[in-house]
């Protein structure tokens, strides 16, 4: 491997490792959720089934996946194919590094169905950081747009 491809990889793992975020797990809160009121309900678990929750899709992993890929492209030929070279593989390492992003940052997830206490049923997809079993007594965390399930 030589020397400008190494920085340029390392430089692009770093980037696209610094952009992942951290993730939103049923005991997760984001900073604009701190300090915000949330309307409670209680209910009962009734059901429950794995998903899987895409990761994220940023321009961070295409960008760092662009410059690894020209770097690597640019040493392919010389003159005119080394251009021809970078623009191939930039356009290739995007392509990649937009899906690696992806994949990297998907997570397991549950779908969870609840009956609350008032008798309506509803269904909430969240990380799968907790345990939950049909028939647990649960709360329902709603506001700023974002519903949790806790026990």
Known sequence: MNKPFA???IAASTVLLAGCPAGMGGSDYSRSQA????????????????VTIEGTKT???AGAGAVVGGVAGST???GRGSVIGATVGAVLGGVGGAAAEEAVTRQKGLEITVKLDSG??????????????????????????????TH
Do not use: K
């Open 35 to 50: 300090r915000s009121v949330q309307e409670v309900q209680m209910g009962v678990v009734e059901s429950m089934r794995e």
């Open 59 to 61: 321009p961070i992993g």
């Open 76 to 78: 392919v030929g010389g």
């Open 7 to 9: 920085v340029a990889l």
């Open 120 to 149: 309506r049923m509803i269904a909430i997809t969240q990380a799968a950081d907790q345990a939950f079993r049909v028939g647990d007594r649960v709360r329902v965390l709603s506001g700023g747009g974002v519903t949790r399930v």
